[in-house]
Nanobody
Framework: QVKLVESGGGLVQPGGSLKLSCGASGSFFSISVMSWYRQAPGKEREWVATITSGGGTTYADSVKGRFTISRDNAKNTAYLQMNSLKPDDTAVYYC????????WGQGTQVTVSS
């Protein structure tokens, strides 16, 4: 059974930082590709960043240079460090992986507002 649990969301002022975590259950984590997605109110869910099992990373243009995805296989955890946050980054952030089928976490709210 695969389970993904996000944490670390909250309210932050523009220009601030947050670090999201995605804890994963199961022995699949070290061989998995992990991704972050987000969904803003009234908008479709969009891809944010991906990290491969080997540590290769890719980012959406909207977050490139501001966000950093990483992973700690010993802790079965993926992270999303978000810097220079903007109001447009306000969304529910979801952790995603595929292991036989797609798995999503429950999401964590990030609100960027003064």
């Amino acid at each position: 059974q695969v389970k993904l649990v996000e944490s670390g969301g909250g309210l932050v002022q523009p220009g601030g930082s947050l670090k999201l975590s995605c804890g994963a259950s199961g022995s699949f984590f070290s061989i998995s590709v992990m991704s972050w997605y987000r969904q803003a109110p009234g908008k479709e869910r969009e891809w944010v960043a991906t990290i491969t099992s080997g540590g290769g990373t890719t980012y959406a243009d909207s977050v490139k240079g501001r966000f950093t995805i990483s992973r700690d296989n010993a802790k079965n955890t993926a992270y999303l460090q978000m810097n220079s946050l903007k109001p447009d980054d306000t969304a529910v952030y979801y952790c995603y992986s595929f292991y036989g089928r797609p798995y999503w976490g429950q999401g964590t709210q990030v609100t960027v507002s003064s």
